[in-house]
């Protein structure tokens, strides 16, 4: 603990510039712009009282906060001791902050569609369930978020939601009024219907229920600013497409695949349906790309070769815009442990050929310029007669 050579007590400025340095955990900003900082008393032996209000009782981060606000404080040249107690804020108290977090915009917009947003949005299509898609997905949001960016993932595969766990996301959001503040990991903002469910029940859905869920992540999430925010849609060519055409109609689409040519296939449907959407597919993905041998390291093609080219084609056919394979993720693994772990294989082997491959597809999709291209004008062009 720090002492002033002085032995003065320390100033309340001082102090307040300490406690100006300790984010809220979830909310990512200094408790000192968040409404959090209920009284700071000083006495004239050095010791500091501080009273933070908790966005909710039974708040998972209190300790956190604790411990956060105690170092904080004790670090002030002439602090001798800190005490630290914890508040909860009023109904009031919440809707100022979740108005404040808002930024003033009106309730339920969502974000990522207003004009002038910077945020670039992929939501990951496929055409078959268990091609890799929500493996591609976290891993790719783990390499922007190593690479600094700020990166968000929507598990908008709500029949088979799997992004927590390989990012090793526990617990549940908590909820500030009606936003919801989502957990992270690895330095990835998450949020899953599977947060919401009890246990690991599964969800039966409708498709207006589903839009709304959809809607309410990206609406009703305090998201801030991201840099990339990824969208792991549920396979196929559902609803939850349509409904991310309607939200977001900036988002681009990425396409995953094996090389197989009935996973082709259907990858090439689930993709043409941008078509109909009017968004852009940024490429294709082609997962499960061979497998070296053990034993030789000879590249076992297992699922056949040729599909995301076979892909790509056929979309650059169908949309008449070049759609390139962005790359190509070998079998691993470690790969398939890092899901099974909740660290991604290109945190957890990065120097291996698939996070190699992920690394440098995320290269390219983080890579690009944060813009208006590829955003909705928010026109529609008359129609010809
Ligand atoms: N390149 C790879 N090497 C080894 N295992 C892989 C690879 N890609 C995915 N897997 C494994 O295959 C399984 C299916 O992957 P994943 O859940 O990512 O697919 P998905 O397309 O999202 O499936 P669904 O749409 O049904 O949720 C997982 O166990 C995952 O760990």
Known sequence: MATDIHGSAPTA?????????????????????????????IADDGTVKVAVYLTVSGCPMRETITTNVTTAVEGVPGVTGVT??????????????????????AEREVPFAQPGSLTRVYAVASGKGGVGKSSVTVNLAAAMA??????????????GHSVPRMLGVEGRPTQVENMIMPPSSHGVKVISIGMFTPGNAPVVWRGPMLHRALQQFLADVYWG???????????????????????????????VTTPQQAAAEVAERAGSIAVQTH???????????GMPCPHCDEIVDVFGSGGGERVAEGLTRTTGATVPVLGQIPIDVRLREGGDDGRPVVLSHPDSAAALALKAIAGKLGGRARGLAGMSLGITPRNKF
């Open 13 to 41: 400025d001082a102090v307040r510039a300490a406690l100006a340095t300790v984010n809220d955990p979830e909310i990512h900003k200094p408790i000192t712009d968040l409404g959090m900082v209920k009284s700071v008393d």
């Open 84 to 105: 630290v107690e914890l508040d909860v804020m009023s109904d009031e108290q919440r809707k100022e902050l979740a108005g404040n977090l808002r930024g003033g915009t």
């Open 146 to 159: 190593a690479d600094g960016l700020k990166v968000g993932v929507v598990d908008a595969d709500i029949y």
């Open 225 to 255: 600013d991201l840099d990339v925010l990824l969208l792991d849609l549920p396979p196929g060519t559902g609803d939850i497409a349509i409904s991310v055409a309607q939200l977001v109609p900036n988002a681009e689409i990425l396409v």
């Open 279 to 289: 968004q852009k597919i940024v490429g294709v993905v082609e997962n499960m790309s």
